[in-house]
């Protein structure tokens, strides 16, 4: 079965930088890493769980508008791995932030309604604080 492990959270003042990464293992005949989308969600405290960003199974990438210009994601399919860099963080983007495989391609800014057949990482804490 598809694993997903995240690494990367932390403490970080305003206007620093963090790079999330989600090793994903586990793959079986008929799917591949490679021809799968994937996805960074993030839930703040006392709010829903939302998609940040996707980077679509025909390669184009999406951001949720608040992350626009800041965060950026990316894949190494040679490593099954993909990554959230997140600049000139903000007070307002601590959250906890999880990798995920959705089995259908998600909008960014929406909430999260988890599938069954969805994989997802186990989550990593993100502060912004001074």
């Known amino acids: 079965e598809v694993q997903l492990v995240e690494s990367g959270g932390g403490l970080v003042q305003p206007g620093g930088s963090l790079r999330l990464s989600c090793e994903a293992s586990?793959?079986?005949?008929?799917?591949?890493?490679?021809?799968?989308?994937v996805s960074w969600a993030r839930q703040a405290p006392g709010k829903a769980l939302k998609w940040v960003s996707v980077?679509?199974?025909?390669?184009?990438?999406e951001y949720e508008d608040s992350v626009k210009g800041r965060f950026t994601i990316s894949r190494d399919n040679a490593k099954e791995t993909f990554y959230l860099q997140m600049e000139s963080l903000k007070p307002e983007d601590t959250a906890i932030y999880y990798c995920?495989?959705?089995?259908?391609?998600?909008?960014?800014?929406?909430?999260?309604?988890?599938?069954?057949?969805?994989?997802w990482g186990q989550g990593t804490q993100v502060t912004v604080s001074s």
């Open positions: 995920a495989m959705p089995q259908f391609p998600p909008i960014p800014g929406n909430t999260v309604r988890r599938n069954p057949n969805d994989y």
């Open positions: 586990g793959f079986t005949l008929g799917i591949t890493f490679s021809n799968s989308g």
């Open positions: 980077i679509y199974n025909d390669g184009d990438i």
